[in-house]
C-alpha cells in the first residue's frame, strides 16, 4: 500500500508563496516518476505537474506553467511543489501521487489538456491551500 503525506499548505493572498512537501512510502520512491494534483470544491481532481524518477524532465500543466517549480529529494522519499504568485483559483486540496515507472506518462506532454486520474486509489488527506484578499 502506498502512503502519502502531504503537507505545507495555508492560507495566503493573492501573488504570495507557499512550498508544499510530500512524503511518501511503500513504493521504490526513486524508481517512480511523481506527480502534484489538486482538486477544488466541486471539481475534478487535475494533474499539475510532474517529475520522472531522475528530476531529469519535469512537465506542467498550462494553469500553473512558469508559477509552480516540481522538485524531488529521493534520498528523503520527498516531492516538493515551490508555488508562487498564486491566485485565489489556486484554492484546493493538493495530492501527490506516483505516475508510472521512471518517466512521466504520455497525458503529461500536452500541457493544454486536462489530466483526470481515475485509476490511481491511494490518494493521501492533501494538504490545503486556500488563496483569499
Known amino acids: 500500500l502506498v502512503q502519502a503525506v502531504e503537507s505545507g499548505g495555508g492560507l495566503v493572498q493573492p501573488g504570495e508563496s507557499l512550498r508544499l512537501s510530500c512524503t511518501s512510502s511503500?513504493?521504490?520512491?526513486?524508481?517512480?516518476?511523481m506527480a502534484w494534483f489538486r482538486q477544488a470544491p466541486g471539481e475534478e481532481r487535475e494533474g499539475l505537474a510532474c517529475?520522472?524518477?531522475?528530476?531529469?524532465?519535469?512537465y506542467y500543466k498550462a494553469t500553473v506553467k512558469d508559477r509552480f517549480t516540481i522538485s524531488r529529494y529521493n534520498a528523503k522519499n520527498t516531492l516538493y511543489l515551490q508555488m508562487d504568485r498564486l491566485k485565489p483559483e489556486d484554492t484546493a486540496t493538493y495530492y501527490c501521487?506516483?505516475?508510472?515507472?521512471?518517466?512521466?506518462?504520455?497525458?503529461?506532454?500536452?500541457?493544454?489538456?486536462?489530466?483526470?486520474?481515475?485509476?490511481?486509489?491511494?490518494w493521501g488527506q492533501g494538504t490545503q491551500v486556500m488563496v483569499f484578499s
Open positions: 501521487a506516483p505516475d508510472r515507472p521512471r518517466y512521466c506518462s504520455l497525458t503529461w506532454f500536452n500541457p493544454a489538456a486536462k489530466y483526470v486520474n481515475d485509476e490511481y486509489k491511494d
Open positions: 511503500g513504493l521504490n520512491f526513486d524508481d517512480y516518476a
Open positions: 517529475s520522472s524518477h531522475s528530476s531529469s524532465t519535469h
